[in-house]
C-alpha cells in the first residue's frame, strides 16, 4: 500500500479477464498470518514507520492518504483483538 492512485490508463485494445488468482503462500500460512493477535502488532509496526517516515523523510499527501488506510485496518484489527476467543 504506497498511497499513490494510478492514472486512469483510458480505453484498453484488449478484453480484460474477469479475475486473476496467484498464491503465494501456503494456505497454513495464509490462515496463520488472519489472526488478529498476529495482525495487530504488525499494523502498529507499519504506522510507527509510517509516521517516522513522515516527520522525518517526507511529508506529502500520498503518505498521509496511506496513513489513513493503515489506520483504518488498526482499529479492525484491534476490535478484532478484544473480541472474547
Known sequence: MNG????DPGELNFAMP??????VMETDEIEGR???NVRLPRQI?????LVDHILNVKDSQDLRRSLKAHYSR???YYDRFLEPN
Not at 499513490?4 to 492514472?7: D, F, L
Not at 474477469?18 to 498464491?23: G, L, N, P, Q, T
Not at 509496526?45 to 514507520?49: A, G, N, S, T, V
Request: proline share 5%.
Open 4 to 7: 499513490s492512485i494510478p492514472q
Open 34 to 36: 488472519r489472526h488478529a
Open 45 to 49: 509496526l507499519h504506522i510507527e514507520r
Open 18 to 23: 474477469d479475475k486473476i488468482s496467484v498464491r
Open 74 to 76: 488498526l482499529t479492525t
